[in-house]
């Protein structure tokens, strides 16, 4: 058993079929304990919305629950989406949680997807390649500019009701700064007080899922950064290279970096593929859907990899081929590979499966493999039989 960087999770509040968004929620906050007494860093809550498949909407929500369960465990949004919430009501809402549990609270912040403007030219499509022996995917052939797919993201944007427009995300990121410092005045010279978020003790954070805006803006602020290798795995090596070279010393002296992996292990590799089973279905869906993520299917109910078509085969390829699957030893094997491509500091491990406790063993074995201080013994950890 080695001792490697920390390791966090990124959790979705995965609805399985025949589950209720109550019981992926009631779900979600059980294994929050658990990775408490296993010695994950932190739980960071994803935002997504109308998603029969995803039951996490609203990360402060989360995140307060949370605190309040555990006792040294950092929570937080990966991420808010400033499409949705502004900076200063994000800023309000994980201000509050941070008051009442200081130092534990992450806020978490990127910019929402707009499918792209009409005329809109997409980047030629990267290759497959092995870096050091990281996979390191082509870019899916996933059409944006889809008239079908374009109106989808659009209504769907009518009903979440996310009216702002977008604003220069480095403007908004110094919002959140200057309030954090009882110091901000904003173009016309006016300032602006926010009780629950001066001084807070929380920390911002950037969402980057390629080398845009997101990750060199981070880098110019001197923020910390988490790169998305568990959606975009082909972009993120280029994520984390802009960061850093954009990297100037502001809130931290020294670049620090998050990278995301999917991952699932269990005690035997024939029972983790057997659990991974149902994901291509369920990237599928989120991919090609007309709703968004489906409820996550139990296994041996979808279409085998084999026997699907080369067109499905290839938009899923991406995240099949990084989803790191197998034995404890395995999966810690593919994470050790991520941080030292990457350089990471740190990871941020999510895992979907159809059973929660299945969820929650996954985490409670790569935490042993990994070298994790573990407050609690982890027969406690799941039911008995799970």
């Known amino acids: ?3 490697h960087v920390p390791l966090s999770i990124l959790e979705l509040a995965t609805v399985g079929v025949g589950q209720t968004g109550a019981d992926a929620l009631r ?3 059980d294994l929050a304990v658990a990775a408490d007494d296993l010695g994950y860093r932190r739980l960071w809550f994803a935002e997504h919305h109308l998603s029969p498949g995803v039951a996490s909407a609203a990360p402060a929500v989360l995140a307060a629950l949370a605190a309040e369960r555990t006792r040294r465990l950092r929570v937080g949004s990966g991420a808010v989406l400033l499409g949705t919430t502004s900076p200063l009501v994000a800023a309000e809402q994980f201000g509050t949680i941070a008051a009442l549990h200081p130092g534990r609270v992450d806020l978490g912040l990127g910019r929402a997807f707009a499918p792209p403007p009409e005329g809109f030219v ?3 499509r990267t290759e497959a390649r092995d870096v050091d022996g990281l996979h390191v995917p082509g ?12 109106a989808r993201l659009l209504a769907q944007k009518e009903v979440v009701g996310a009216s702002r427009s977008g604003q220069d995300f480095r403007a908004e990121l110094e919002l959140v700064l200057g309030l954090l410092a009882d110091t901000y005045v904003d173009g ?3 300032s602006y007080v926010s009780p629950p978020v001066a001084g807070a003790a929380f920390d911002l954070w950037v969402l980057a899922s390629s080398g845009g805006e997101s990750a060199r803006v981070a880098g110019a602020l001197g923020l910390p950064l988490a790169a998305n290798y568990h959606v975009s795995p082909s972009t993120v090596l280029g994520t984390v290279d802009a960061y ?4 100037r010393p502001g809130v931290l002296a020294e670049p620090y970096v998050v990278v995301s992996a999917d991952v699932l292990a269990a005690e035997t590799a024939e029972r983790a593929h057997h659990l991974a089973d149902p994901f291509a279905e369920w990237v599928l869906s989120i991919r090609r859907g007309a709703q968004g993520a489906i409820a996550y299917p139990e296994p041996g109910t979808t279409t085998p990899w084999d026997r699907r078509s080369e067109a499905e085969q290839d938009v899923l390829r991406d995240r099949v081929d990084t989803r790191i699957v197998g034995t404890p030893d395995e999966v810690a094997a593919g994470l ?3 941080q030292r491509v990457t350089g ?5 491990v999510t895992t979907e499966t159809h059973d929660p406790r299945d969820r929650v063993r996954s985490f409670e074995l790569l935490a042993g493999e990994w070298g994790l201080p573990a407050t609690r013994d982890s027969a406690d950890l799941v039911p008995a039989g799970a």
């Open 122 to 124: 997409a980047p030629p």
């Open 244 to 247: 850093r070279a954009a990297f």
């Open 27 to 29: 779900a979600t906050l």
């Open 188 to 190: 016309a010279g006016h």
């Open 336 to 338: 050790a590979t991520v």
């Open 344 to 348: 990471a500091d740190e990871l941020l």
């Open 1 to 3: 058993m080695t001792t």
């Open 139 to 150: 870019t899916p052939p996933i059409d944006f500019t889809d008239s079908a797919l374009r």
